[in-house]
């Protein structure tokens, strides 16, 4: 009968079940620090998911300019619609806004620069362009 010469408290019967190598050649097997393991994963997702909040921030805060400035765009075109204009404005023009000196505006197609020292206004306003659908565009406009 065969005896084995090795100790029985060194050899098992289902070697692929012990967590290390179970002969001289075997891979290191080295078992895992879950912890951190965990804490990398954490870490990565918590760089992506704030590079994506970033992002969407971003993206609020444009759809936010961009709110604002088709909201000022209405606005200055309720006034324009409002204001006196002596002709007929033409699409994709360029026309100037003042305020009167008395009361309420008027569109002309004087520049500020045009009138010299005789302008009859009280203060330039803007400079706009009338767009297809009837909105204006500001080009320059006073602070």
């Known amino acids: 009968m065969f005896e084995n010469p090795i100790d029985k408290d060194k050899i098992t019967e289902n070697p692929s079940t012990l967590p290390y190598a179970h002969t001289i050649g075997g891979v290191v097997i080295r078992p895992e620090d879950i912890g951190r393991v965990k804490g990398t994963a954490l870490a990565a997702m918590s760089e992506q998911t704030n590079v994506q909040l970033q992002q969407i921030k971003e993206q609020i805060e444009l759809l936010a300019k961009q709110a604002r400035k088709i909201e000022r765009r209405k606005e200055l075109s309720l006034v324009i619609y409002g204001a006196d204009m002596g002709f007929k404005p033409l699409i ?20 500020s620069s045009e009138w010299g020292r005789s302008m009859p206004y009280q203060r330039y306003v803007a400079q706009v362009k009338l767009l297809s659908d009837h909105t204006w565009e500001i080009i320059d406009e006073a602070e």
């Open 92 to 111: 994709g023009h360029s026309y100037f806004l003042y305020q009167k000196k008395t009361e309420g505006f008027v569109l002309s197609m004087v520049a």
